[in-house]
T-cell receptor, first 115, second 112 residues
Framework: GAGVSQTPSNKVTEKGKYVELRCDPI?????LYWYRQSLGQGPEFLIY????????DSGLPNDRFFAVRPEGSVSTLKIQRTERGDSAVYLC?????????????FGPGTRLTVT | RKEVEQDPGPFNVPEGATVAFNCTYS??????FFWYRQDCRKEPKLLMS???SGNEDGRFTAQLNRASQYISLLIRDSKLSDSATYLC?????????????FGKGNQVVVIP
């Protein structure tokens, strides 16, 4: 079946611009996670959705980052006033539930480059 | 102390040899652990789960030492296709969301 998909696969933007990154989770998965992976590092947690609500946004680095999941399926990560330090691969993962009973499946990621 | 620590390597391994590496974790209450595999410019994929003392799957063996808070991964009879980064992962449950805490990863390069 279809896995987690993310668009765009690559995004190059200028410093100060606004970007939106989209995640389509596996159908029926209620839990959705966003992670960020910088070069040479493991992925770092950003935000977790259970259904439509952001149950834990403790990993968002600052208020320039925001994410939504209005219908409990597709999620959009929004970054305002991008900075060069935001350059990274943004990974989305989904699982059937958020209680740890099921595997998290990752999408291919969006590679964001801020020039 | 970081939640999960790994020595990134790289680990250059002759084809057919055995390679092993560890990771340490900080939360003594953690109950489950994972090894993920990540190929270059690809997403992480689950390799093995470790729930008790260890787990074995073909050429791969994962072991857990709760007293010393480390997890190891051993790869026997290395194949060229084993070249990848192996990420040690510990779910964090304190907020009830099971977010994954990743180590930096161990980069393995199998050499012909």
């Amino acid at each position: 079946g279809a896995g987690v998909s993310q668009t765009p696969s690559n995004k190059v933007t200028e410093k100060g611009k606004y970007v939106e990154l989209r995640c389509d989770p596996i159908s029926g998965h209620t839990a959705l996670y966003w992670y960020r992976q910088s070069l040479g590092q493991g992925p770092e947690f950003l935000i977790y959705f259970q259904g439509t609500g952001a149950a834990d946004d403790s990993g968002l680095p600052n208020d320039r980052f925001f994410a939504v999941r209005p219908e409990g399926s597709v999620s959009t990560l929004k970054i305002q006033r991008t900075e060069r330090g935001d350059s990274a691969v943004y990974l989305c993962a989904s699982s059937l539930t958020g209680d740890g009973a099921y595997e998290q499946y990752f999408g291919p990621g969006t590679r964001l480059t801020v020039t | 102390r970081k939640e999960v620590e790994q020595d990134p390597g790289p680990f250059n391994v002759p084809e057919g040899a055995t390679v092993a590496f560890n990771c340490t974790y900080s939360n003594s209450a953690s109950q489950s652990f994972f090894w993920y595999r990540q190929d270059c410019r690809k997403e992480p994929k689950l390799l093995m789960s470790v729930y008790s003392s260890g787990n074995e799957d073909g050429r791969f063996t994962a072991q857990l030492n709760r007293a010393s808070q480390y997890i190891s991964l051993l790869i026997r009879d290395s194949k060229l296709s084993d070249s990848a980064t192996y990420l040690c992962v510990v779910p964090c449950t304190e907020r009830g969301n099971n977010r994954l805490a990743f180590g930096k990863g161990n980069q393995v390069v199998v050499i012909p």
